[in-house]
């Protein structure tokens, strides 16, 4: 069996049944159009149906090639936890994925390793992902094992040469139907907080130390959501550590537009804030690149508060320097949380 590491290199054919590494998983799959290939992945595992088989795909735009329009709330569940162990039964609005339809529903997901995806948007097709077992067996892990016992499953491999793999964990599964997130299957991601997320999506935004910029956004933006009804949480982080109150300077203007911050503590950013998150809004582009070094598979929804509210200018550091300054910087940080608040309104 060939093994690919470089995805320019695969000699993908049709029906061809491969195996892979979703980030979190070895699984074998196929294209999701290949009826050979799916019934080849049947006859291994000893399934009956083409039920239980997940659909990955490499962008959540792909939804809108197959999926009905989803709600908003779902939409921010999907944005926050994709790429990502979340996988969502969502209706389809055509025969294209017949082959794995059931009851008008697919389940999907992005898979969080980047090779994978490289390689669904190089074969422009969406795949099918199952676990390497016989139906009722405990699923194979171990390349040297899966090499070894079921080698001849697959037609060629499509592995990175070096990958970090999260945790061996099945993914969770959701299902959304008559405006209601239902869990079928929780896995490593707890069904609590996606519910949550789902009930009260989370804006956690970004700034260098999390005393000056961000706090003020932080804080704007709730008083803001609050004047129009809208059920959202806010937080703010920084890149230092924590522990320290708001700066003098957005204090003071902060109070000054009769917002209390003075309870505020900095905090520094970590995975938990970043995973609680739909949307994560940095001061700065440095800020936002910072932040997809450290956590690649936030993509879908880190970008500066200039980016997203089409605006194309950062919000630079008021620290240290006059109060003039910061409410310069309160004013340019006001103007773009409009824009936010209109979108999520919207």
């Known amino acids: 069996m060939k093994v690919y590491n470089e995805i320019t290199k695969v000699k993908y054919f049709e029906d061809s049944v491969f195996l892979h590494h979703t980030g979190n998983m070895f699984g074998i799959g196929c294209s999701v159009f290949s009826k050979k290939g799916i019934q080849k992945i049947n006859v291994l595992k000893q399934k009956k149906e ?175 959501l609050k004047k129009n009804h809208l059920t959202f949480r806010v937080s703010s982080a920084g890149f230092l550590e924590g522990g320290f109150p708001i700066s003098k300077g957005s204090d003071i203007v902060l109070s000054e537009n009769n917002i209390d911050a003075s309870m505020h503590i900095s905090q520094k950013v970590n995975r938990q804030l970043k995973q609680d998150s739909f949307l994560i809004l940095t001061m700065t582009e440095m800020h936002k690149q910072r932040l997809l070094e450290l956590e690649p598979n936030a993509v879908c929804k880190v970008f500066t508060l200039s980016e997203y509210c089409d605006f194309s200018i950062d919000i630079d550091d008021p620290f240290g320097l006059d109060v003039s300054f910061y409410r310069e910087t309160f004013k340019k940080i006001k103007m773009r949380l409009e824009v936010l608040i209109k979108k999520i309104i919207d």
């Open 50 to 224: 083409n039920r239980g088989y997940i659909v990955l795909i490499p962008e959540l735009d792909w939804l809108d090639r197959f999926c009905e329009q989803q709600d908003v709330k779902i939409r921010k569940v999907l944005q926050q936890y994709w790429p990502g162990n979340l996988t969502v039964l969502l209706a389809v609005k055509n025969d294209k994925l017949s082959n794995v339809t059931f009851n008008n529903k697919v389940a999907f997901r992005i898979p969080s390793s980047s090779f994978l995806r490289q390689f669904i948007k190089e074969i422009n097709e969406p795949i099918i992902s199952t676990s390497i077992n016989v139906s009722n067996e405990s699923p194979i892990n171990n390349l040297k094992q899966i090499l070894k016992e079921k080698k001849e499953w697959f037609d060629f491999a499509v592995l990175p040469k070096k990958e970090k793999k999260e945790e061996i964990a099945p993914s969770t599964i959701t299902d959304f139907s008559d405006n209601k997130l239902s869990c079928i299957r929780e896995g490593s991601i707890e069904f609590q907080k996606i519910k949550e997320s789902y009930l009260f999506p989370k804006i956690l935004f970004i700034c260098t130390a999390n005393i000056c910029r961000s706090p003020m956004a932080q804080y704007l933006t709730k008083e803001m």
